[in-house]
């Protein structure tokens, strides 16, 4: 099977890493050429366009930063698409716009697939990350062996769209968590509790998640690089807020989110790294939530196995 792979930035990179380093035929294309130069270093091939990876390509999977970006892709492949095609959007996007461009595929005759991420970028690196898969269960049978080199836990989760979905809850779930656990951290530190304790204290009881255990440490470091930027956070709470709206929910949490990570880009710049966020307690405060001992960087230290298929339980 030929893969071609669209996208070679953060998690993008990492993911066509973990297809090299299996043995994956893959083909790679993206904007800026020294990314691609690096992959075919490794042994890639220059997909050159996207036009020529679906021509080539039995699968081709893109990763891209915005809807925007990936109708711009698909655009030039679509007149490519044709039986035994399969397309695999791994960005956070927009589930109407995957509909759409998906319905564009299936009628062309290939098949889509939204195929989101989970976990990190460190767990990305190591082909442990989650993955969730909307697609009909035919292809996901097909598509499954490609997707365990990729990632650790994979969910089908139904149809075409219901994936992007669920990644962006669970995107506004990782966001609603750093801005309550900078919230706690500033508040023990004006209370003069250890940090290091309190990272502890956290981690070890009911106020848990998989936001504090991972970029909780980058914050008392100093760190403060998750390679996650304040505008794909944005886009990604804006996307469920778009949902909430599209269904009449009349979410309270969600707006007061999304006024926080734009004072954020305003104070530190659009493309800040998410986690300073924490800055804006530290400048409201004078205090610094910082503590020894906690790493620059994320490093996933689980070895790297074959994923498996996840599945849910559907009853009722």
């Not at 991972?214 to 778009?242: P, W």
């Not at 969600?254 to 986690?275: C, E, H, L, T, V």
């Amino acid at each position: 099977m030929k893969v071609g792979f669209i996208g070679l930035g953060n998690v993008g990179g990492k993911l066509s890493g973990s297809l090299l380093r299996n043995g994956v035929d893959l083909y790679v294309h993206d904007l800026d050429p020294a990314l691609v130069a690096g992959k075919v270093a490794k042994g890639a091939k220059d997909g050159k366009t996207p036009a020529d990876l679906m021509q080539v390509c039995d699968v081709v999977i893109t990763c891209l930063p915005s809807p925007a970006a990936s109708a711009a892709v698909m655009a030039d492949m679509l007149p490519h698409v044709g039986p035994g095609k399969i397309w695999l959007e791994m960005s956070t996007t927009d589930a109407a716009e995957i509909a759409r461009l998906g319905r564009a595929v299936i009628d062309a005759g290939g098949a889509a697939v939204d195929c989101p991420v989970s976990g990190g970028c460190h767990r990305a690196d190591t082909g442990n990350i989650s993955i969730f898969a909307g697609c009909d269960r035919p292809t996901f049978e097909r598509i499954l062996p490609l997707l365990t080199v990729m990632g650790r836990r994979i969910l089908h989760t139904g149809d075409l769209g219901t994936a992007s979905v669920l990644k962006v809850m669970t995107n506004y779930l990782a966001t609603v968590n750093l801005i309550s656990v900078c919230e706690a951290m500033t508040v023990m530190k004006a209370a003069d509790i250890n940090l290091a304790t309190t990272f502890q204290a956290i981690s070890m009881s009911s106020g848990t998640s998989f936001v504090h255990e991972t970029e909780s440490q980058l914050i008392l470091s100093g760190a403060r690089d998750v390679n996650f930027t304040m505008d794909l956070v944005q886009k990604d709470i804006g996307l469920f807020q778009k949902l909430a709206d599209q269904f009449s929910v009349p979410l309270e949490i969600s707006p007061m989110i999304i006024d926080i990570i734009a004072d954020g880009q305003k104070r530190y710049g659009m493309r800040a790294q998410s986690d300073r966020i924490i800055e804006r307690l530290e400048d409201a405060t004078g205090l610094k939530i910082l503590a020894d001992g906690f790493p620059q960087e994320l490093v996933d230290d689980e070895p790297e196995e074959r994923g498996y298929e996840v599945r849910a339980n559907v009853n009722g």
